[in-house]
């Protein structure tokens, strides 16, 4: 079946063209439901009879549909182990890769898991799931249409096909669940559904801040409003072309937590951003919007070192020290030495990512809420709700921003991961790697699949294609004990008094070919990264120290 699809787009000249594109829907996407008597399918991995889960909510095997809104803020509870048999769909998986390619990859690699059994269903191919944009509708609300249109389906052709697992919408958006429970969907929020798991209390703790009930510690002030709001994004980027606003990538201070700086692309000098105020909740590499002060407003580093608060930390995070913090000093006079100052008036791009730090103790025993101090000093301490801080006091933790309002004097996160006591050498390892984005995973399935089936052994085609060196007598500069010998010297004179100096590189590209997997993670990682006690190697093992390396004797 074949639907012709056609919008307007508005070109870089500013001109207005049409374009139209075919799109094909079919019958045979199957559900990839084991055992299934209607679906063809030969990659089912979803099995009709899974409990994964204890669920006083969902007390039956069911299978889970998430919106995208869950994806994207949930990531880190849908990688746990105990969530499986998750249903992803085409709609969902395209909106998530337009709106954080980070979360795609990592969604993509958990659906590459076959322990997880995630399985992708394309229900804008399938004639019996795939929507139109009625006249008016928003695309938001076009694709949550079909995400609530696909649910029904998967329920529909369980009980056709005399399976009684029943399927479950995952949703946040208010709206969405209201239509959905008036279609007669099985629909719950992402908090609603975590609460309700009687196997996994620690997932509570992983759940998006956005989604939690305010706290009862008493250490929000509600309706007390410090920072200005943000200026809408389409105001924003007319104001920028029009010279109005600067748009950089903000730098926080390393030794002052209410100074920073916007670098500017192209331009020498970067803005100096002075004051909470003036920061506006930006964090280390946000790409912001800067309004530059008037010429007597601009200021300069006032060369202290200022900490956040230390000092009963948690007794009221919103409140505390605040009054200090976010007062600015104004020069009576212009300076001489002023840099060139302004103020973040808006967000273009956040770009968070997890943190490692510790968690602070709270005053009161029974808190739920606690801030975490990140090891890099140059991000804001975060708020978090937490139901195992006593086994969280004394070790390394990771923590992800969810959201920072505009009366929040913290932003506010959630628990992601512990990785082991405060200095612990391999603890302290861990948190350098993942601080300075080194990937360190285990190499995956698909990477290691990509490898030469041992025993390899140089053939006749290889040497005819090769020039033979082994007459000449070369030698590595690795040091004694080093198994990854990637390139070797030799140096021979030459009959006219001249010398002939020769470099060996290791001939990496006969074993990884262009656009595998094994080439895409080795383009990742970039290179080989040596701590004090071990290394992390661009490719795996096998090539790194045995078919890529120059050994002795060796062919």
Known sequence: MLKNRSFVKKTRKGGVVKIVQEHYLRDDVWCGVVGCPSCKSTNAILQPECLNVQSSLCPTSHFIIPDTNVVCKQIDILEESCIKHVIFLQTVLQEVKHLSASTYKRIRDAIANPEKKFYVFSNEHHKETYVEREKDESPNDRNDRAIRVATQWYQKHMLDNQFSTDVVLLTNDVANKEKAVREKLTVYTMYEYVMALTDSPELMDKLSAGDLDDDQDGLTKKNQIIFTEYLPLSKIQNAVKAGRLIQGTFQSSRDNYMEGYVRVYGEERDIFIKGLESINRAIQDDVVAVELLPKEEWTKPSGLVCKDVDDHENENVETVGLENATKEEKPDTYLTDSLPSGKIVGIIKRNWRQYCGILLPNPNPNATRFLFRAADRRIPRIRILTRQSSNLFGQRIIVSVDAWQRNRRYPEGHFVKR??????????????????????????????????????????????QREDLRHLTICSIDPPGCTDIDDALHAKALENGNYEVGVHIADVSHFIKPGTAIDTEAANRGTTVYLAEKRIDMVPELLSSNLCSLRSNVD
Do not use: R
């Not at 082991?420 to 390892?429: H, V």
């Not at 080194?438 to 990477?447: L, T």
């Open 419 to 464: 990785l082991g006591p405060i200095g612990d050498k391999e603890t302290e390892s861990e948190v350098l790697l993942i601080e300075h984005n080194v990937p360190y995973q285990q190499f995956s399935q698909g990477v290691l699949n990509d490898l030469p089936a041992l025993p390899w052994e140089i053939n006749d085609n290889d040497v005819k």
